[in-house]
């Protein structure tokens, strides 16, 4: 038998409201790239801009402001944010108009990503963010990412002690290619016991540029595999594809078909032995040369301007190689022509497709409006078809305690109702879609049936909430009360 659901007392609901609140705030950090966390995380990077900057771009609604941290190093900042309860996150400023922020930029020669890095008379950074011998890193970001390490440790530490457990890494232009680094640090330090084992790191790296070799993203790709680490890439933007990169016959690994070349030209007969060192030497000697003078200008004589910047800072030995390549599982927002309708191209504007604007464009049109709509409440598109939830903020009570057997569904049919079931009883009623934005009813028909636990007043009360949701993939639909996620579902 069906009937209406009835609204609950209002002391009861407030009880409700406020116990799904905290809980939400609580959840833990959930694998794969999630596009409303990562929007989230672009409003908290975008706070480091100048006041119309910051204007123009919208608030965070999760996370808040606790702690700004002094200008370090190469003029470097960073920001803590939390969600009040186990989730803080690391917001790592990008490049000023300051040129000693750029110089941490052009400072591009690379060095060993294990080693010891001296930064003051006083201070050495000792550092292990890669093991194998052959990985190489940014110099200019290393030193930024040692200055700021020492400011961010101490706040990680005294967030654990508040139960912090959730590490959100976030790092936009500069700040992604450090965030690259520190991540690999942080995980370091908790691979040595320096850093607590239950402290859960999760990276995004947005509009980053390339952070070191290809031993280095195979390790930090390696440590991040499974769905923590990002790096965030507008297909339009040219910052992704620098530092230049210069490939040599020394950036293979060991076991290659190169390294025996000369041997093999000594054996052939003599013309044919000219002919092949001939082509051999043009080929290999221009980028050995090319290699040897990028460590030069932008290694050696960069120093110098950093240790008038840096008193007591001793320039490293550098790792003979420049070959820089792209980092981290890579989402990429495809800018296609009606992007370009809005950002267009501009010789004038170098970093028009670079801002936090163009990012947050592509974002919310590739993944919170992949479903197109008719009219509203009339049409489900995409969404149409039978999901099974497998994620809820909700109580601390693990999702499997809440539904031990059966998960809550939602049907959309092609006429705007909605149909499911909460894990106990049977209900439908009509659903408003409209764009990403998506009602639920908050009085919908439903089954008499007396329900154990509290699976069915959490899905409920929590579905009451959502005012919109996002396809990250045609079989997985999140659902969001404005841009924190709170529900996740599976096709059927």
């Keep these: 038998m069906l009937h209406a659901i009835h609204p609950l007392k209002s002391g009861l609901l407030a009880l409700v409201a406020l116990l799904t609140l905290s809980t939400a705030r609580a959840q833990s950090l959930q694998p794969g790239f999630d596009p409303a966390e990562y929007i989230e995380l672009?409003?908290?990077?975008?706070?480091f801009g100048d006041s119309t900057y910051v204007a123009s771009y919208p608030a965070p609604q999760r996370f808040k402001p606790v702690y700004r941290s002094p200008i370090v190093g190469?003029?470097?900042?960073?920001?803590?944010?939390?969600?009040?309860?186990?989730?803080?996150?690391?917001?790592?400023?990008?490049?000023?108009?300051?040129?000693?922020?750029?110089?941490?930029?052009?400072?591009a020669a690379m060095v060993p990503a294990k080693g010891d890095l001296q930064i003051s008379d006083t201070e050495t950074f000792a550092y292990n963010l890669a093991e194998n011998p052959k990985a190489a890193v940014h110099v200019g970001w290393l030193v930024a990412t040692a200055f700021l390490s020492k400011d961010i440790l101490p706040k990680l530490d005294s967030s654990y002690q508040k139960g912090v457990r959730n590490?959100?890494?976030?790092?936009?232009?500069?700040?992604?290619?450090?965030?690259?680094?520190?991540?690999?640090?942080?995980?370091?330090?908790?691979?040595?016991?320096?850093?607590?084992?239950?402290?859960?790191?999760?990276?995004?790296?947005?509009?980053?540029?390339?952070?070191?070799?290809?031993?280095?993203?195979?390790?930090?790709?390696a440590m991040t595999q499974g769905g923590w680490g990002f790096n965030v890439v507008n297909s339009a933007d040219w910052v992704?594809?620098?530092?230049?990169?210069?490939?040599?016959?020394?950036?293979?690994?060991?076991?290659?078909?190169?390294?025996?070349?000369?041997?093999?030209?000594?054996?052939?007969?003599?013309?044919?032995?000219?002919?092949?060192?001939?082509?051999?030497?043009?080929?290999?000697?221009?980028?050995?040369?090319a290699q040897r003078n990028y460590q030069k200008y932008l290694g050696t004589i960069a120093s110098k301007?950093?240790?008038?910047?840096?008193?007591?800072?001793?320039?490293?030995?550098?790792?003979?190689?420049?070959?820089?390549?792209?980092?981290?599982?890579t989402i990429v927002l495809r800018a296609d022509s009606a992007y370009f309708v809005k950002y267009p191209e501009s010789k004038e504007k170098i970093f028009a497709h670079h801002f936090h604007p163009p990012y947050l464009f592509l974002t919310e049109r590739q993944f919170l409006g992949a479903a197109q709509t008719g009219a509203a409440g009339k049409?489900?598109?995409?969404?149409?078809?039978?999901?099974?939830?497998?994620?809820?903020?909700?109580?601390?009570?693990?999702?499997?305690g809440l539904y031990p057997e059966q998960k809550p569904t939602l049907t959309f049919g092609t006429d705007g109702r909605l149909s499911g079931n909460t894990s106990c009883n049977a209900f439908n009623g009509p659903v408003t879609v409209s764009g990403?934005?998506?009602?639920?009813?908050?009085?919908?028909?439903?089954?008499?049936?007396?329900?154990?636990?509290?699976?069915?007043?959490?899905?409920?009360?929590?579905?009451?909430?959502?005012?919109?949701?996002?396809?990250?993939?045609?079989?997985?639909?999140?659902?969001?009360?404005?841009?924190?996620?709170?529900?996740?579902?599976?096709?059927?």
């Design 42 to 47: 672009m409003k908290v990077s975008a706070r």
């Design 74 to 107: 190469l003029d470097n900042r960073w920001d803590l944010w939390t969600d009040n309860a186990q989730t803080a996150v690391i917001s790592l400023r990008g490049t000023t108009a300051n040129s000693t922020s750029w110089l941490a930029n052009f400072y």
């Design 167 to 221: 590490i959100l890494v976030m790092g936009h232009s500069q700040g992604g290619a450090i965030a690259y680094l520190l991540t690999a640090h942080l995980y370091n330090l908790q691979k040595s016991g320096r850093l607590p084992a239950d402290m859960r790191l999760k990276t995004y790296c947005s509009a980053g540029p390339k952070p070191g070799n290809l031993y280095f993203a195979y390790e930090y790709e």
């Design 240 to 289: 992704p594809e620098v530092p230049l990169s210069i490939q040599t016959l020394n950036d293979f690994n060991v076991t290659n078909p190169f390294s025996g070349a000369p041997d093999v030209i000594k054996k052939q007969k003599l013309l044919n032995r000219i002919v092949l060192k001939h082509v051999y030497n043009n080929l290999t000697k221009p980028a050995l040369k």
């Design 305 to 329: 301007t950093v240790r008038k910047n840096l008193n007591g800072y001793v320039a490293p030995e550098y790792y003979n190689s420049n070959h820089y390549v792209r980092t981290g599982q």
């Design 379 to 400: 049409n489900t598109g995409a969404l149409g078809g039978s999901w099974e939830l497998n994620y809820i903020s909700g109580p601390r009570i693990a999702f499997g």
């Design 436 to 492: 990403n934005g998506i009602r639920f009813a908050d009085s919908m028909a439903m089954t008499r049936k007396m329900c154990p636990g509290e699976g069915e007043t959490v899905f409920l009360n929590t579905l009451k909430r959502v005012n919109r949701y996002a396809l990250s993939d045609p079989n997985t639909l999140v659902l969001l009360t404005d841009d924190v996620a709170v529900m996740r579902f599976t096709r059927k």
